[in-house]
C-alpha cells in the first residue's frame, strides 16, 4: 500500500485529508467510529515533519472530511441498531459505490482534477473552469448547479469539435453548409450534421476512430440536449437532479472529453 505524505505545515491540507480519509474507507472496513488518538491512519500517512503534530492535525482535519461525507451521503451516524449514534458510523450504500471506483471521484474535486490533467493533456481552459465550477458544485450538494455547469463545458467542447471539423472538410459545398449551420443558434442541426459526417467517415475503410466514436459522440450530445432543454431554460415543473445523475455525468466526463479530443487531433491532421 501506497502512504499518503502528509506535511501539516503546507497548504491545502484539506484536500489531502480528504484522499487520506477516502483510502482508509476503502481499505479498512473496521473503521467505524472517530479515532481521536489517529492511530489508525498510520499505514495510510507518511508523516513529514514531527509526526505528533501532524497526527494532530490530520486527526482534526479527517473530523472535518467525515462530516462533509455525512453531508454528501457516503457515511452515515451509527454503527447498528446497538450503535445507532455518533461516534459511530458506517459507509452508506452509495459510499459503497463511491469507494467502490478508485479514479475520477467527484467527491474528491482535487484529486479528480489532478488525474484529469494527467490523463487529458493540455486542456480547454474554458472546459477545465466549468468541471471545476461542476465539482465545487456537487462536493456543496448543487447538484442542478453541478449538472448545468457540466454541460456548459460538454458544450464548449463539441464546439471545439465543431471549429476542427470545419477546418478539415475538403469539399467547399460542404465547407460552405457547414459554415452556415455553424453560424446559426441552434445547436440541434450543428449536432445532426457532425453526426452524420463522423459516420461518413468511419464508413471508409480503413476506419480511421475509435469503433465506438458514434455511440459516445452520441452521449455527449444527448447530454448537452438535455442541459440545455431541461435544466437550461425556465420551466413550469421545477428541475429536479438525483445526486446518482450528477455523480454517474462527472464520473463519464473524462471519457467523453477523451473521445471528442480524439477526433479533434484525427481532424487537425486530417482533411475529410
Known sequence: MT???FDPREEGGMEI?????LERLRSDKSWTQYDRSGDGFNRFVEYVGDPVAGRRR?????QEVLWEFMIQGIVAPGLDINNPNLPFFHVTEHGE???????????DPSGYLERFRNEVPNPDLTVESYLSESLNCFSRGNLIASVVMLGIASERMFLLLCESLLAALSDPKE????RR????????PKMDWVAKKIEAIQNKPPR??????NIMLASVFDFIRCQRNDLGHPREIPPSVTRDDAYVNLRI???YLKMVNHVVDYLSNNQV
Open 181 to 188: 449551420i455553424s453560424d446559426s443558434r441552434p445547436i440541434k
Open 58 to 62: 490530520l486527526v482534526f482535519l479527517a
Open 175 to 178: 465547407r460552405a453548409d457547414f
Open 253 to 255: 466526463f473524462p471519457s
Open 97 to 107: 459505490k463511491v469507494l467502490s471506483v478508485g479514479e475520477f471521484v467527484p467527491h
Open 208 to 213: 480511421p476512430l475509435p469503433d465506438n466514436v
Open 17 to 21: 485529508a480528504r484522499a487520506i480519509v
Open 3 to 5: 502512504q499518503i505524505t
